[in-house]
Antibody, heavy 119, light 110 residues
Framework: QVQLVESGGGVVQPGRSLKLSCTAS????????IHWVRRTPGKGLEWVAF????????YYADSVKGRFTVSRDNSKNTAFLQVHSVRVEDTATYYC????????????WGQGTLVTVSS | QSALTQPRSVSASPGQSVTISCTGT?????????VSWYQQHPDKAPKLVIH???KRPSGVPDRFSGSKSGKTASLTISGLQAEDEADYFC??????????FGGGTKVTVL
């Protein structure tokens, strides 16, 4: 069955960087785009980033453009979200989700990894 | 990339129906038939319940249905059951490989 597992969350100080991972199984990872979505207590779900199945292109929400970088290693069935210069407002549970085979939909999600930005 | 507008909460008794609205703009909901809805129980991962405005994934009960008119999409849950109590989020494709979510609606089963 399709499974996505996030890791790398934790407590991080403002201004630091962190890298989240999303390890997939149960489907052909190299054929699927991957999204990152976060949930904050006050703002609900927020789409953050998307990377094509082959890593050739990536796209970002305006709120994170320039600070977040998404990448993937198809040989390891893993996608990554690098967060630079973290801010208090980046505190959230970060989910990775598979782009559905027909596109434009997040059909399977991981359980999420919590990032808390605090000094 | 402004968030789609959803009511903060809706409620109904078991067996009744609820409809959640999701209002966007001429840059997202109105121009793309790529509206999806996600159910999220506390401390659980979101689950897809409707995609492409009206399509229901395999395994999702047929009491969940979706529709769209202009800038507003809607999710209707008919024959409400206790397990339907959760947060629901709409999402629309917004062009150039970007997406926008609604603020979420808490469904309470009285």
């Amino acid at each position: 069955q399709v499974q996505l597992v996030e890791s790398g969350g934790g407590v991080v100080q403002p201004g630091r960087s962190l890298k989240l991972s999303c390890t997939a199984s149960g489907f052909t990872f190299s054929s699927s785009g991957i999204h990152w979505v976060r949930r904050t207590p006050g703002k609900g779900l927020e789409w953050v980033a998307f990377i094509w199945y082959d890593g050739r292109d990536d796209y970002y929400a305006d709120s994170v453009k320039g600070r977040f970088t998404v990448s993937r290693d198809n040989s390891k069935n893993t996608a990554f979200l690098q967060v630079h210069s973290v801010r208090v407002e980046d505190t959230a549970t970060y989910y990775c989700a598979r782009d559905s085979p027909t596109g434009y939909t997040f059909d399977y999600w991981g359980q999420g990894t919590l990032v808390t930005v605090s000094s | 990339q402004s968030a789609l507008t959803q009511p903060r909460s809706v409620s109904a008794s078991p067996g009744q129906s609820v409809t959640i609205s999701c209002t966007g703009t001429n840059s997202d909901v109105a121009v793309y038939n790529y509206v999806s809805w996600y159910q999220q129980h506390p401390d659980k991962a979101p689950k897809l319940v409707i995609h492409d405005v009206t399509k229901r994934p395999s395994g999702v009960p047929d009491r969940f249905s979706g529709s769209k008119s202009g800038k507003t999409a809607s999710l209707t849950i008919s024959g409400l059951q206790a397990e339907d109590e959760a947060d629901y989020f709409c999402c629309s494709y917004a062009g150039t490989y970007t997406w926008v979510f609604g603020g979420g609606t808490k469904v309470t089963v009285l």
